[in-house]
């Protein structure tokens, strides 16, 4: 099986099936109704109606298990309608290979022999499966030989028996005029010997009537040879390789395409909101923040986002912006969140969680789909995706464009009257606008390998929050990558380059005082990973060995804009990592531990290991158990970038350096205890996860991680200059960034994460996370208010037979208190107090689809939908609207109409 982080092969073209195989349960019920003359409105309805849209696995799944009940019960009728209602929900090849077994048990000979033909142009690799089954039924579909004809012969029998026919006659005929006539026996003929008995030879049965019996006609293992590997959930982050969720070592949650579209999310963090232990915190439009299990805020950057299993953040910021990704919501498959550190698995900055964003194959679902959105707030959004197959080949290829205005509109150009001006963009009030294209090119070759081609590219302007001394900056530039995979057998190989390049400056500034000057940047990264997995057994004890090594290269440029480039800064990485699994039948045991090689790092604090285990105490539960640790590495602009920060003070500045351009450090990894270092986390975890119904999924946890030597701003220290007109003012002193030694955060948390599909087309999924982080100090210990002790999430989503989706979901956040920090009068750093009361978000959303072929729909989303009601003791012309962070900007309500065409 290839590695997780490797794309997958691309889909091979699939014949289309029958329109009447479409229908789901229901349907075939009112269809029904309608043969009986009951009502021939329902019949136009139908018509219209077609069958649940997108994605539903679970009703696939839980019609699919329904089958096999079925067929093990011997009743196949019963069978083949949970076979085709999970076909027709997703069609699957396994479950088209149980539809013709099914019939073949019933002896349908040639409804067997369509399905069994159809699961072999479904899964080409795995044809030879049913190559027997379309040989038996093929053999009795045979006509049976006709005998040649045989000459009449005079026969005596012939003549005798043909004598009594006359007899009877003349008899009858005279007892019907009166006559008495008196029984006459038949001729007897001679009596001959009898031949031998032949063998028994069993008769073929022909082929069955309509009304053929629910048991077999013969008892020949009817209830073997059904397929069970269909539907099931799978997922591949929490351990780079494809595993039941059971399996998994870690808490996980599984985001799908249909979750997605249903969701109305016009950012991939939007519908991250839904995941339980998930924190969104929308500072600006354009870049909410993402954390997990607590340390969200500004530039959040202690979760690893993944696309396909490559890492995504900008490397200059260390921060994810989902909004530089170069793929439309509609590519992706599905998304992937693992809560608990990752660092044992991907290296640096896994320290709190990982987003592994999973897009389709080539081939995959849709062959087009063309999507357009406009909405309140300035909001537009435009794209485009094709997708196929040309023989082995898979393609997909991707544009879009996407725009939206900030959430406060502070100014529209240069204010003559407090002196600010729009120091980033002419058009203020936008704050993200960007164009994107992708593309993707895999294929096969021999019988187990495969080569995937991909890149994309992104370009805009996009607002982002930074530190709370530094304020809010912009960011225009492009964001572009290319990537090559290599798989054969369990082998994978991996290379990637990113660059990122553009000019970042403070969003607004103060005409006549001192401010920050605009950087630009340019960061380069080239990645090759090479990775191995090798299984076996002794006995009954399966063995798993994963092993991978790599090197990346990066170079960070950053320059004044008005003074070019600076020297590159070169960094060499190396990583070396490895995983080992021991299972016997219910239990697994796994041992991970990966060492990353970072210049600035002493070697020490980047060595992640990880324990798990991992027990099934029934097939459908298990329960885990886990420890491990992760790390932070710093990041460009911690470690290169200087700054001119502005001050209160009209005229004065203060000098901002990188850990690694700092003046005053001698710039070798640890030999000052003052040298900035990695943050490091220890992490304990219990939970459970159970399957054991059809109808719902269950997954509880309780942890415990530990945090130290976060990385903050640091104090100034006092150092007058001359004057410096780049940054129109005086230094007054100069400040970089430092690691808090003094201050240990404890989080200890609970989560229950519920998940329920009752019928077809119907999801409900609620959550609740319970989080405290403690902060011990050495002057005592305190409650770090700025995580939410609860957070709630509950939501419907409903898939209507008539064509008409409807979702509801809310959001709960308690009240927090941060601690801002900022510089004093002196330069120290302080930290300013600043709540934020407890908050719901409400999404809405409804969608119908009037046209079939090509599928358009239709689709009205409300956003925060509480912000259109009235503040309290205000007259009905405001609005309630609140801020996610002190220093965010206020959040109101959004309504948004999107139209999908799609074929």
């Known amino acids: 099986m290839p590695p997780c982080r490797a794309p997958s092969p691309p889909v091979r073209s699939t014949a289309t099936r029958p329109s009447a195989l479409r229908l789901t349960a229901f349907r075939r019920s009112a269809l029904r109704l309608i043969a009986s003359r009951r009502s021939a409105l329902l019949l136009a309805l139908l018509v219209w109606a077609g069958p649940a849209h997108a994605d539903p696995r679970d009703d696939a799944r839980r019609h699919f298990r329904a089958g096999l009940e079925a067929a093990n019960a011997g009743s196949y009728r019963e069978a083949i309608d949970e076979f085709l209602a999970a076909y027709a929900a997703i069609p699957h090849a396994a479950t088209a290979f149980n539809i013709g077994r099914a019939y073949e048990d019933l002896r349908e000979d040639d409804k067997a022999l369509y399905w069994y033909q159809r699961f072999q142009e479904m899964e080409p690799g795995r044809a030879a499966e049913a190559d027997d089954a379309i040989a038996r039924v093929q053999a009795r579909l045979q006509p049976a030989p006709v005998a040649a004809p045989v000459p009449a012969q005079d026969d005596p029998l012939d003549r005798l028996a043909a004598l009594d026919a006359e007899r009877a006659a003349l008899a009858a005929s005279l007892r019907a005029q009166g006559v008495e006539v008196p029984e006459i026996a038949p001729a007897e003929p001679e009596p001959e010997v009898e031949p031998a008995a032949a063998p028994d030879v069993p008769q073929q049965p022909s082929p069955a009537v309509a009304d053929a019996p629910e048991e077999p006609i013969t008892p ?11 539907y099931e959930r799978v997922i591949v982050t929490a351990s780079r390789y494809s595993q039941d969720p059971l399996d998994a070592p870690s808490s996980i949650t599984v985001i799908t395409s249909d979750d997605i579209r249903m969701s109305g999310a016009v950012h991939v963090a939007d519908i991250l909101r ?12 354009g870049v909410p923040y993402v954390g997990i ?3 969200n805020g500004e530039m959040t950057n202690k979760v690893l986002w993944l696309l396909d299993g490559r890492p995504t953040s900008l490397e200059f910021l260390a921060t994810p912006m989902p909004v530089t990704l170069p793929v439309a919501l509609d590519e992706i498959e599905r998304i992937e969140i693992i809560r608990g550190p990752g660092s044992a698995i991907y290296g640096a900055n896994a320290v709190t969680g990982v987003v592994n964003i999973i897009t389709k194959r080539p081939g995959e679902g849709d062959k087009a789909v063309l999507s357009a959105s406009a909405g309140a707030n300035r909001f537009v959004a435009g794209s485009a995706v094709a997708s196929g197959t040309v023989g082995k080949v898979g393609y997909r290829f991707s544009a879009g464009y996407q725009q939206e205005g900030r959430f406060e509109q502070e100014l529209t150009g240069i204010d003559e009257e407090d002196g600010t001006a729009a120091g980033f963009s002419l058009d203020q009030g936008l704050g993200e606008q ?15 390998g495969w080569v995937s081609l991909s890149g994309g590219w992104s370009r805009g302007t996009t607002e982002y929050a930074s530190k709370a001394a530094l304020g809010y900056f912009g960011l225009e530039g492009d964001v572009g990558h290319a990537r090559f995979d290599l798989a054969y057998g369990p082998f994978h190989l991996r290379t990637y380059w990113q660059r990122e390049e553009g000019y970042t ?9 001192s401010r920050t000057p605009g950087a630009y940047v340019r960061d380069d990264v080239a990645d090759v990973e090479a990775e191995g997995t090798f299984e076996a057994r002794t006995g009954k004890v399966g063995h798993r060995l994963q092993v991978g090594a790599g090197y990346t290269y990066k170079q960070y440029r950053a320059g004044v804009r008005t003074e070019g480039f600076l020297v590159p800064r070169v960094e060499h990485h190396g990583k070396v990592f490895g995983q080992y699994e021991l299972s016997v039948d219910w239990f697994r045991a796994m041992a991970s531990l990966r060492y990353d090689r970072h210049p600035l790092i002493p070697n020490a604090t980047t060595i992640s290991p990880r324990g798990a285990l991992v027990f099934r105490v029934t097939p459908t539960t298990a329960i885990r158990a886990s420890a491990g640790s992760a790390f932070r590495a710093m990041n460009g602009l911690e470690s290169y970038v ?21 003046p005053n450090d001698t710039g070798v990894p640890g030999d000052d205890p003052d040298d900035l270092g990695a943050e490091q986390v220890i992490n304990a975890e219990l939970g459970v996860r159970d399957e054991s119904s059809s109808f719902h999924a269950l997954d509880a946890a309780v942890y415990w991680n530990r945090v130290t030597n976060l990385i903050d701003i640091g104090s100034v220290t006092p150092q007058l200059g001359g004057f410096q007109p780049k940054a129109n003012g005086y230094p007054f002193g100069y400040a970089s960034w430092i690691n808090d030694r003094d201050t240990v955060y404890d989080n200890f948390g609970a989560e229950l994460d519920l998940t329920l599909f009752p019928v077809d087309g119907l999801d409900v999924f609620a959550n609740v996370a319970i989080s405290q982080v403690l902060a011990a100090t050495p002057t005592g210990t305190t409650e770090d208010g700025s995580t939410s002790l609860v957070h709630a999430n509950l939501g419907v989503l409903y898939r209507s037979p008539v ?25 120290e750093v302080i930290r300013e107090r600043a709540e934020i009361p407890a908050r719901v978000l409400m999404v809405a959303r409804i969608a119908g689809r009037p046209v ?10 409300l956003w925060n939908p509480l912000g259109f009601l009235p503040s309290p003791g205000t007259s009905g012309a405001s609005v309630t609207a609140y801020r996610e962070h002190p220093s965010g900007q206020v959040v109101g309500p959004r309504l948004l109409g999107t139209a999908a065409l799609r074929f």
Do not use: C
């Open 220 to 230: 020949d293992a009817p209830r073997e040879g059904f397929l069970t590997d269909a």
């Open 274 to 285: 839904r995941a339980v232990g998930v924190d969104v915190t929308s500072m600006t439009a």
């Open 803 to 827: 064509r008409l989706d409807l979702s509801l979901s809310g959001h709960l956040t308690s009240a927090q208190t941060w601690q801002i920090p900022t510089f004093g009068g002196e330069g």
């Open 642 to 662: 200087n700054l001119e920060l502005g001050t209160t003070a009209d005229g004065y500045f203060v000098n901002f350096y990188g850990a690694a351009t700092n």
């Open 434 to 448: 960007r164009v994107r294209a992708a593309g993707r090119v895999d294929t096969t070759f021999a019988d187990k």
């Open 505 to 513: 400056a403070p969003w607004l500034y103060s005409r006549g005082g």
């Open 852 to 861: 079939l072929k090509p599928e358009l729909e239709l689709a009205l989303t």
């Open 293 to 295: 299990r607590a340390f």
